[in-house]
């Protein structure tokens, strides 16, 4: 199945980009009368057939339309310290887009190694994980931000830290009720500094455990990732 | 805190091998007195002091030794056809160590595009996961077998196949008791062939359903490992 996604689609005649249409015609050779999938990235999935076939704009006449598709009953926000290497924060978007995440706040700590990321080439492994996986909801990949910051956004929903300091932690499952809003923060390589994790708790954030082995930052996110989508399943 | 794997430790007097010697020695530039700590790999976790320093033998005292440290109360045995990136393979491993596994087998299946993988590269990247989450069991890795020889094995315990074909599937939680043995199968880019889920159905293989979503290979066997170590937090 050939997957495009196509977030400003408006009405049943659509004209894939020049990107997007150099992908169609050279690299998949697809030929007029072949039938595609889009994907808007707000949860419409569609079929559409190729009706013209334009080197740098092919066109396309929508078959089927599916809204709300693979409609989420929960919202997963995660804001992550990014890796010192960067690779383990694009692994991390790649996985949490498959198993399911809607939106990623990369949050700069006192502890933080990388403090810069280019948000365009996370956004890009998103939007492949999102066409390979047929999410039709794309995650929100919100700027960067220091962790001061983020914690002055005063969010709602469940608000928990991960960290690996002594104290009272529960897992997420005991933590939150289902089929709500979480936010999850995980810290960098060297965990969150005491003074980050005070303010967190200041700030309505409850200290969790996700088991009991050492994990990596992106190991962390995920299984914070898997855990709320399994508690909502 | 710095770890070193030591498999062969038989005694309170320990000579780190050439390589780790070195790492010791001209990496990490530790000196006469300096403490460190061994994994074994079977359990064993032990704070040991450097009595000398040499370029190709570091020796050291063991102070203190704890055994079944970090003791799992199941046993996992993931069979997953290589992927066509190996890198994907090695990443699965790495997480699946931190996160919990005992036991691996690389499958060669109908539609595996890979059909050899480099044991001792692979070992490796479990051999450093188990240095840096403290694990202090090895994962075991199996020779690379096919599909066929595999199911052939007759293995005891919960044993289940992950596909994407059609046909009633559950959760590995409502499939499984906790606290035992497991086998989950996960099949290549591609999915398992009708032939080898039948076969697999015909040997006691129960299919199961990892979520709602489109996984990779790798990340429907980290889901898999996910789901088996929290059912038995």
């Not at 809204?67 to 290497?85: D, F, M, Q, S, V």
């Not at 047929?134 to 962790?147: G, R, S």
């Not at 708790?201 to 009991?212: D, E, R, W």
Request: aromatic content about 6%; overall charge neutral.
């Amino acid at each position: 199945m050939h997957v495009f996604y196509t977030p400003d689609i408006a009405s049943d005649l659509y004209t894939l980009n020049e990107e997007e249409s150099r992908h169609c015609s050279k690299v998949l050779r697809l030929i007029k009368g072949d039938i595609i999938h889009l994907i808007d990235g707000k949860g419409g999935f569609y079929k559409a057939e190729i009706t013209e076939v334009g080197k740098k704009n092919v066109q396309l006449q929508v078959l089927e339309t599916q809204l709300e598709y693979g409609k989420r009953n929960h919202h997963l926000h995660i804001a992550i310290a990014p890796t010192k290497n960067i690779d383990r924060l694009e692994w991390f978007l790649e996985k949490a887009t498959e198993i399911g995440i809607d939106e990623i706040t990369p949050i700069i700590c006192d502890r933080s190694e990388r403090k810069i990321v280019k948000e365009d080439r996370l956004e890009k492994v998103i939007t492949s994980a999102v066409k390979q996986s047929l999410t039709a909801y794309h995650p929100k990949l919100n700027p960067t931000i220091t962790y001061q910051n983020f914690i002055k956004q005063n969010l709602q929903g469940n608000k928990m830290i991960a960290h690996c300091m002594e104290g009272d932690k529960v897992p997420i499952s005991k933590n939150a009720a289902t089929q709500q809003s979480y936010t999850i923060l995980i810290g960098p390589e060297g965990d969150f500094s005491p003074e980050e994790l005070h303010i967190a708790l200041q700030n309505g954030y409850k200290p969790v455990t996700l088991g009991n082995t050492r994990l990596r930052t992106e190991t962390a996110a995920l299984a914070a990732c898997f855990e709320v989508n399994y508690i909502n399943r």
